[in-house]
Every structure is written in C-alpha cells, then in structure tokens.
C-alpha cells in the first residue's frame, strides 16, 4: 500500500490534533484532581485545625487521597456499580465528556 505524501500543513494538522486528543483528557484530569483537593483542603483543613489546635500542612492532601480510595472502595460494591453505571450514563449523553472519555 503506498500512501500518499502529505503536505507541510497536513502534517501539521494531523500532528497537532493528535497532541490535543492525548493532552486534554490530562488537563481535564489536573483540574478536577485540583478542583477536589481545594474543596476537599477547605472543608477538612479548618476541621483538622481546631480539633489538633494547630495547623499541619499535607492533610488536605492526605485527606484528598482517603476520598479517592474512599469512592474506589465504594465503587466495588454492588450499589457503587449501579450508581457508576449512572454517572457513566449521564457522562455519555455529555456532548464533550462523551469524545474525552470514550
């Protein structure tokens, strides 16, 4: 099979729009995992605070990874697969989300 040679702007295109199918969904990522840990280091940091009676840097961070395995642990039972076959569900029917996460 030959292939036909492409042109300098084809090239580019193609090169480019392949660096944004792989960079997106990591970007996507990076900003949910930094949406959660602010929300996750907002509500538990003050928490953490007033019951140790001092502040201790990282357990927003600790905390974020307790809520991550948390919702794995909980995705592996039989309730948690229903409601990520819901959520998946509704990802699906998301015009973007669809294209990012297929």
Do not use: C
């Not at 492409?6 to 090169?15: A, M, N, P």
């Not at 007033?50 to 990282?58: D, F, N, S, V």
Request: glycine share 10%.
């Amino acid at each position: 099979m030959t292939e036909t040679p492409q042109t300098f702007w084809g090239l580019v295109r193609t090169t480019f729009g392949r660096g944004l199918v792989l960079i997106i969904p990591i970007v996507i990522t990076v900003w949910v995992l930094h949406l959660l840990f602010t929300a996750v280091d907002g509500i538990i940091s003050p928490v953490f605070d007033q019951a140790l009676g001092r502040h201790i840097p990282g357990l927003g961070f600790i905390s974020m990874l307790v809520v991550i395995l948390l919702v794995g642990v909980f995705s592996r039972n039989l309730i948690g697969r229903g409601l990520m076959k819901f959520l998946e569900g509704i990802i699906n029917k998301l015009p973007l989300a669809r294209v990012i996460y297929a």
